[in-house]
């Protein structure tokens, strides 16, 4: 079976996620200003692949290009991550409600590898690998029900969703124990179909976005 190996394809797509990483683990400042130039010599790269990854981070909403000032970093606004947080509420919600009523037996395999897994990351207090099990534990969850739509638009905000998730455990990692034991809540009544993690989802959702607000 033939692979996409062309060289030029593979440049953009390593310097879009390198970019992309600085921007979200903040190696590049929100508000501050990037050049072609700076990226060309920090990459190693030539023009035409820093060109292409940052046209498709700014249709990504992570940076915005502009001809006077160059490339600005995008921040999180608090309006973006409160509309985002409220659409997680309503669709992640509604996961669980569906796999509460299911009548088929469900199965929480994965879901209990990436808890033991994160049982690890909170002991050693490392966010990074714990912002990335968090997400892809709601992501996991999402799967169950079978319903790709969601499933789509879940996927469409992870960047920014590990993004704002880093940001807060960064300035308190201890808020990742928390974090966990809502996780573990969560799980234990979606094995036992217990309704109530509807709302144990919603608050737990809530809660960590009203964090952002600290």
Do not use: W
């Not at 990037?34 to 990854?53: G, V």
């Not at 995008?74 to 009548?103: G, P, W």
């Not at 990074?128 to 968090?134: G, I, Q, R, T, Y």
């Not at 809540?185 to 607000?213: F, G, T």
């Amino acid at each position: 079976m033939k692979t996409n190996s062309n060289p030029s394809t593979l440049l953009k797509e390593l310097a879009y996620k390198k970019i992309k990483e600085g921007i979200i683990e903040e190696r590049y400042i929100p508000r501050s200003f990037l050049s072609e130039r700076d990226l060309i010599e920090e990459l190693n790269m030539s023009k035409t692949p820093i060109k292409a990854a940052i046209a498709r981070l700014e249709a990504e909403n992570f940076v915005t290009v502009s001809s006077k000032r160059g490339i600005i970093i995008n921040d999180l606004s608090l309006e973006m991550i409160n509309d985002i947080y409220n659409l997680r509420v309503a669709l992640e919600t509604f996961n669980c409600e569906q796999l509460v009523h299911r009548k088929t037996q469900n199965s929480f395999t994965e879901l209990q590898n990436i808890i033991h897994e994160m049982d690890i990351y909170v002991d050693e207090l490392d966010v990074k690998k714990f912002a990335e099990a968090d997400h892809v534990f709601h992501l996991m969850i999402s799967k169950q029900t079978g319903n790709n739509e969601i499933n789509k638009i879940l996927m469409n905000y992870y960047d920014h969703l590990y993004r704002i998730t880093l940001k807060h455990l960064k300035k308190n990692p201890e808020r990742m124990k928390k974090f966990h034991e809502e996780h573990r809540l969560i799980l234990k009544l979606l094995e036992n179909s217990d309704p109530s993690c509807v709302s144990i989802m919603k608050l737990h959702l809530e809660n960590s976005k009203s964090l952002l607000y600290q």
